[in-house]
C-alpha cells in the first residue's frame, strides 16, 4: 500500500455494531473486540469512549457482536437471568432489558445459534462482572472485569489454539494500572512491566511471539509514536497519540 498520513480525531465507539480493525486478516484471525466502524478503518484505533482499548488478537471468530444478537431471547444459567445483547437498552448510563423500567441485572449475551460469543454482567443497570470473549470452540478469549462500569482488576487474555494463559494485565478506574505480563504458549514470559501510575512501555505480541505493538503509557494512556508491526515483523504503521487520542497516523505496509 502507498504510503499515506492520515489526520483523526478522537474515536467515540459503542460496542454494539463495531467491527475488527485489522485490514487483511483472514477470518481466523479476525479479532472480536470494541474497535472501529467499517468504514473508518483506514484511519482506526481502539478508543472507545476516550478510553484506550490495547489490541490482543485474541478470538478468529470474525462475527461482529451486533450480527451475533439473534440467538437468544432469554435463558437462565445457573438460576442467573441471560437475555440477547440485542434487548439492551441504555438510558441515562443504565442498562434495561428492552422497555423495562427496572435496571438490569443478569447477564447480556450474544450468541449465534447455540454458540456464545460475548456475555457482559449487569447489576442494577451497571457493569458489574465480566465481559467474556469467546472463540468459536468455545474456549474464554479475554475476560475482564467491571465495577460499576469501569474496568476493575486483572485482565486476562488466552491463546485461542490451546487456551493457555496469554496476559495479565491490571486496570483501576478504566484504566492500565500496575503490573501487565505477556506470555508465550508454553507459559514462558515475554514482557512484563509494572504501570505505576499508568506510566510506562507497552508491548503486545502476535501469536508466533513476534511484537505486534509498541508504545508508551502515560496515565494509563497511549503517548507520543507507537509502532505497529506485521506478524513477520515488519513496522505496519505508526500512530502518535496524545492524551490517549489519536492526532495522525501513516500507514507504510
Request: charge should be positive.
Amino acid at each position: 500500500m502507498k504510503k499515506m498520513k492520515i489526520v483523526v480525531g478522537v474515536i467515540l465507539l459503542t460496542l454494539i455494531g463495531c467491527t475488527p480493525l485489522e485490514r487483511n486478516e483472514t477470518n481466523e484471525n479476525l479479532i472480536l473486540l470494541p474497535t472501529v466502524p467499517k468504514g473508518e478503518v483506514e484511519e482506526g484505533v481502539s478508543n472507545i469512549g476516550g478510553e484506550f482499548i490495547p489490541q490482543t488478537d485474541i478470538i478468529h471468530t470474525g462475527q461482529n457482536v451486533s450480527l451475533a444478537d439473534t440467538g437468544i431471547t432469554q435463558i437462565k444459567l445457573n438460576g442467573i437471568d441471560q437475555v440477547s445483547i440485542g434487548n439492551k437498552q441504555i438510558r441515562g448510563g443504565i442498562a434495561y432489558n428492552g422497555n423495562s423500567t427496572t435496571p438490569y441485572t443478569g447477564t447480556f449475551a450474544a450468541v449465534v445459534g447455540v454458540h456464545k460469543h460475548y456475555t457482559e454482567e449487569y447489576k442494577n443497570g451497571k457493569l458489574n462482572g465480566n465481559k467474556t470473549w469467546y472463540s468459536e470452540a468455545g474456549r474464554v478469549g479475554m475476560r475482564e472485569p467491571y465495577v460499576d462500569g469501569r474496568k476493575n482488576g486483572v485482565q486476562e487474555t488466552y491463546y485461542r489454539n490451546t487456551g493457555n494463559i496469554r496476559s495479565r494485565i491490571n486496570y483501576s478506574g478504566g484504566r492500565i494500572s500496575g503490573p501487565a505480563t505477556w506470555y508465550d504458549n508454553s507459559g514462558k514470559i515475554l514482557h512484563q512491566e509494572d504501570f505505576k501510575g499508568g506510566n510506562g512501555e507497552w508491548v503486545a505480541y502476535w501469536d508466533n511471539g513476534k511484537i505486534r505493538e509498541k508504545g508508551r503509557l502515560s496515565n494509563g494512556l497511549p503517548n507520543g509514536e507507537w509502532r505497529h508491526y506485521t506478524q513477520k515483523g515488519d513496522v505496519e504503521k505508526i500512530t502518535v497519540y496524545r492524551n490517549g487520542s489519536p492526532i495522525s497516523q501513516e500507514w507504510l505496509k
